[in-house]
């Protein structure tokens, strides 16, 4: 029997009129939509496309768990692609969102890679998304790159030394994920005088966005897991 299709699916940072036209489309035709989800349930990938649902469409939230653990996310893992391929094999096409660009950062890089190596007779096809890159910077108004100059996407982690370097050989830098890390970062910008060249927003776009312009003032302070940091030095 042929196996069904998966869609690996991007829907966008948060506005729910920024999934583009293919991605509506699939989601209408797709049999299953699998979607990322917290341990109590709710997904925000879920939220933003939740009004352009078909009725009735089967839906499968797969939990993806936030550890270094490399057993528990090879068991992990290996559980989240067989619940995808019992569906597939029933010849279901399976369209799995995610939030921004599935090919960004994001769990669809080793959902389709893993499902390539387990069932490499499934077709495959990614739907590209808005970033929460694009989304962040157009709703804060504030242009990524012009010309010659340099832009870099960042993961904020604890290692200042690289996020100074990343800081002085770009002149923008997005740091992705930073709520972990504000007060160091915040630190580092001060340092390097740069606190004032910093925004910081919360859930780009969606009905819950922040935006914070006064840095300097969220010293201490916990935000959300989807939160990003624009320094534009020039």
Known sequence: MTTGKLYAMGVGPG?????TLKAYRVLAEADVIAYPR???????ALSIVEEHLPEGIERLGLHFPMTRDQELLKTKWEAIVQDVWDYLAQGKNVAFITEGDPYLYSTAIHLTKLMKERHPEVEMEVVPGVSS?????????????DGDQQLGVIPATYDMEAMRKALE??????????AKVLTEMIGLLKEMDLIDKA????????????????????????????????????
């Open 199 to 234: 925004t910081v927003v919360t859930k780009a776009g969606s009905p819950d966005e922040v935006v914070y312009r006064n840095v300097a003032a969220l010293e201490g302070e916990e935000l959300e897991y989807l939160t990003l940091m624009i320094v534009k030095k020039c």
């Open 133 to 145: 890159i694009n989304g962040a910077a157009t709703r804060l108004d504030i242009p990524l790159a």
């Open 15 to 19: 506005d729910k009129e920024l999934i």
């Open 169 to 178: 050989e770009h002149d923008t830098v997005v740091f992705l994920k930073v």
């Open 38 to 44: 917290k341990l109590n349930g709710d997904s925000y």
